[in-house]
Every structure is written in C-alpha cells, then in structure tokens.
C-alpha cells in the first residue's frame, strides 16, 4: 500500500497554513469550556488536551504522540456528533480539526481541496462564489465536513445531485500501521488505486473508524474538460422555496394519518433517477401537538420549465386532501423557524437559499440545548399501524415539549441512481429519511425526554423489534444521526445488530478496510468498526 509524501512546507504556505505550530489547549485555559463540548450540550468532555493542528503533518505527528503515549483519543470537526463519541470520560486528548478550512482547486488532481475542518456553509460560499460549482450536502450551516462527508451527508440537492460522496474523488487520511507508525495516506476512486478500498470506506464508512481525515478532494464523476468550473456539479442558479403550516387543533387522527400517507405516496411514486421531480426535495416537520402546528418545507430548482406549477402540485398532493387549509409558518416548526414570508413560493439565488435555510436554526446557536436523535431510512411511506403510533405519541396531551419531532426528509431520486456497492452508502433505494427528536435545556429533564424519544420510535417500529429492521418498507439507521441505544438489547430488541442497522451487508467490507488501515484499533469510539475476528 503506498503512502503520499508528508505535506511540504509549501503545501503548507500555499493552504494559508504558513507553518504555524499546532494549538494545545489544557484545563484552566479559557478556551477549554468552548473546546469540550458540541452541538449537544448534554456531552461534556474533561480531556486532559484539546489539540488543534494547522496541517496535515502536525495531525501526523499528533496522533504519532498519542499512540506512542497510549491515550485514549477521540477526532472533531465541526461538534455535530449526536452521541459521545467524540466527548467521553475515557478520552484524554480530542484533536480538533476545526483549523483546517482551506478550500482551494487543486490541480495536480484536478478536483477540488476541502479540508476536514471546514463548515458546510464555507464550503457552499467558497465553491459558488469561486468557481460557481457546489457539493449536495446537508442544511446545517456549521456542520464540520470531515464526519459529514464520510458518514454519506446529504442535503436538499441531492435528489438531483446525488449524495456528497458521489462526488468524492480522493481522500486524505492519517492511519497507524501495525507497528503504531503514523503515516499519510491519499486514496482515490480510481480502479487502479491500492488505496481504493480506503477511498470507498470514507463513502458512507463514517467518521472515526479508520484515521483522521484531513481533507477531500472533489470532482463529479462525469465531469468533462480542464477548467475547474467543469469539474463539480453547478447548482441552480435560482430555486423556489416554499413553507406552509398546518394546525395541529385541526388535525384529527384521520386527517394526520392522510398527510403523512399522502407524503409517503408522493415520494414512492417520485423517486426514481429520472422523474421530473427530481429537483424537489422537502421536509415534513411532524411536531408535536405543543408546538401547535406541523410545517412543509419545499425547494425546487427554479430554471425547470414549469418549475413553480411542479412546486405547486407536490404540495397540493400532499396537503389538499387532509381537508385543512394550510397557513403560513408563523412559528418554529421542527428545527426551522418563522417563515411567513415564503407561504407563496419564493425565487431565490441558490446561495442565498442555502444561507437562509442554514441559518434559520435557533438550534443551532443555542448552547445549552441538549438533544437525543434517532433515525430511520424508509423504502416506502410509513404503514397505518405506524401512522397511528405516531399520531398517538405526537399527540399525547400529557407530553408538553414542544421541541419534539419526526421530521421526514426527501431522499431518492439521483440518489437510487448510484448502485448500493458503489459506495459504502447501502441505503441507496430509499425515498426519505426520518429524524426522530428531542430538544430540551435542563439536565433534570432528560430522562423525560429520552424516554419519550425511545417511546415514540419503539412504537414506531414495534413489529421490527423497536428498530427499523432492512425489509419492504424500513431500511435500517443513518449513520451520522448516532444513535446511542442502537447497540443496547432491551432497546434494540430485533436481533439485527448495530452495525447491519448502519452498514446492512458492508459491515464485513469495512472490517477489512479497518483491518488493512488501523490494525491496531487505535482510532475507536463506541459505535466504531471492529476488527474482524481471527
């Protein structure tokens, strides 16, 4: 297996890194609170370093001295991570990625550079404002693209782009060979790559399994010409954007059980690579009672001919037959907040969308919110018996957090287009996702609330055994919503391990990816790829 060559002190200077020394932060230095704690509040690390590299050789000579002093160690880039894995009792140094956000076209591989610290909003502004070109990745505007690209992220675009590791030509990796040797290793797509396998475990593998990511290299598989405008995909100049509300003192079981089929049918009958809705994507946001009314978001790119008649039959499908008259969204609904101004459709340049999109997030920026997720990918729209238990916990008077949720998030499309083993994305026939969660700020509350999360998504899924099992209608789990009951049995009562929920028939690939790049288990945390056994 061959290696790259340790990045240059020019490398170095042309990244904007000029050889500056890593950062380490100890107890008692001010930034400490800020760099031992994530998105979710509920996970509070007590490290005993936090280490900020600038390049990819300090990331090298980092994890070199961890390895040699046998630390328990755990990587970030941007703080999204759902479960523990990155701030846990056990892991004395955490090494930060969030320094290295270069972004640059990089000719000697003709793709574009993004390094693993980056934020997906600097990705989007630097990629369109630079070269008009884009990634189909997620919403969250401060999501670190190094755990996010490798877990197969996925975003309002992909139904018509794709996922973002279906534009992934190369990754940069930091692994430990079995004599505990830190080295650099670039894999490519490329048939010929003896790297290749490693390539492919960073499309879907998730993060954490195999090294540190230190930065991707995009360029679209079908990319044609020499300049770098024609190497990624070109969002739409403009998309439409709509949002409409309605009231939850207005729906009765009968009328709930309507949306949601009426969304799921929408979706089985609009799914396949080549359907002309295939530039639409949308969020249900099935808030609790509490929060008063449950909300549709719909993009659509606006240059299609017909674009806004096709915006307005998809959501006329789904609305009008409930028999409620759809409002505007005067209120947060799911993770999103107010947006009366767009209950008639919008026109909005591409990037302006995705930072209004991104940023209307209260969750996002508020740091005491604590959090429990958990996910399902769904072949077909939700059964009645699994409508129902949704309407029953959704509704339930004696719940009163209004900051719980399933939100249904379109998927399919170009998705499907790609074969399941393509990547280490195996859910590719799917045509939405579902987010379970909670939200609260107390600590005295979450047992409240997880059980709640566990009680609606064991209902959900109770003749699967609690989880949504690969069959006709579930897919399993979505890997970067980390689920941390997934491996626990009396909450995952199906029998079908974690790692099948995640992976499905990858598991076993993986193992040998693992095995070939980090012999030593050294780069674990407490869902990550186990070594095979014997």
């Not at 076209?105 to 980056?118: C, I, S, T």
Request: overall charge neutral.
């Amino acid at each position: 297996m061959s290696t790259s060559n340790v990045e240059t002190t020019q490398d170095r200077n042309a990244n904007g890194a000029g050889g500056s020394g890593p950062v380490t932060v100890c107890p008692g230095d001010s930034r400490y609170a800020e760099l031992t704690v994530g998105h979710n509040a509920r996970w509070v690390g007590t490290p005993e370093s936090v280490r900020l590299p600038r390049t990819t050789e300090q990331v090298e000579r980092i994890v070199q001295d961890v390895v040699r002093k046998n630390e328990r160690f755990s990587v970030t880039s941007g703080g999204h991570c759902y479960a523990d894995h990155v701030y846990n009792p056990s892991v004395r140094t955490v090494i930060d990625m969030s320094l290295m956000t270069d972004i640059y076209y990089d000719p000697r591989h003709q793709a574009f550079a993004v390094e693993a610290g980056a934020t997906l909003l600097q990705v989007y502004e630097t990629l369109f404002k630079g070269w008009g070109v884009g990634v189909p990745g997620g919403i969250f505007y401060s999501v670190g693209a190094g755990g996010h690209v490798s877990g197969g992220g996925f975003g309002l675009l992909s139904r018509q782009f794709g996922l973002t590791v279906d534009h992934l030509y190369a990754v940069e990796v930091v692994v430990v060979d079995a004599r505990g040797r830190a080295r650099t290793v670039t894999a490519t797509r490329r048939k010929n790559d003896p790297n290749r396998e490693l390539w492919w475990a960073h499309t879907g593998g998730g993060g954490g399994n195999f090294g540190v990511v230190t930065r991707y290299w995009f360029r679209s598989p079908d990319a044609t010409g020499r300049a770098p405008e024609q190497q990624l995909m070109r969002p739409p100049k403009d998309v439409l954007l709509n949002a409409v509300a309605l009231p939850w003192d207005e729906l009765d079981e009968g009328r709930f059980t309507t949306l949601v089929r009426n969304y799921g049918s929408w979706y089985e009958r609009n799914s396949a690579p080549d359907s002309p809705y295939a530039p639409l994507s949308s969020l249900l946001n099935l808030n609790h009672r509490a929060n008063k009314s449950v909300g549709l978001l719909t993009q659509i790119d606006a240059t299609l001919p017909g674009a806004d008649k096709l915006l307005q039959s998809f959501v006329e499908e789904v609305t009008t037959p409930v028999g409620v008259g759809v409002r505007p969204v005067t209120e947060s609904v799911g993770e999103q907040g107010p947006m009366p101004e767009f209950f008639h459709p919008v026109r909005l340049p591409y990037l302006t969308s995705v930072r209004y999109i991104s940023t209307n997030n209260a969750t996002l920026t508020n740091p005491a919110l604590r959090g429990a997720y958990k996910s399902a990918y769904m072949r077909k729209g939700f059964t009645d018996d699994q409508i129902a238990a949704l309407y029953r916990r959704l509704s339930d008077p004696a719940w009163e957090n209004a900051a719980s949720s399933v939100i249904l998030f379109g998927y399919g499309a170009r998705v499907s287009a790609v074969g399941a083993d393509e990547t280490a994305s195996a859910q590719r026939d799917s045509i939405f996702k579902a987010l379970y969660s909670a939200l609260w700020r107390e600590p005295e509350d979450d047992e409240a609330n997880v059980g709640w999360l566990r009680g609606i998504f064991g209902d959900v899924h109770a003749a699967t055994g609690g989880y949504p099992v690969p069959n006709d209608v579930t897919d399993g789990c979505y890997v970067n919503y980390q689920d941390g009951d997934i491996t626990d049995p009396e909450q995952n009562r199906s029998g079908v391990p974690w790692h099948t929920l995640y992976y499905k028939h990858h598991y076993p690939r993986l193992q040998r990816v693992k095995a070939a790049y980090d012999p030593r288990n050294v780069f674990r945390h407490p869902q990550s790829i186990a070594l095979p056994e014997g």
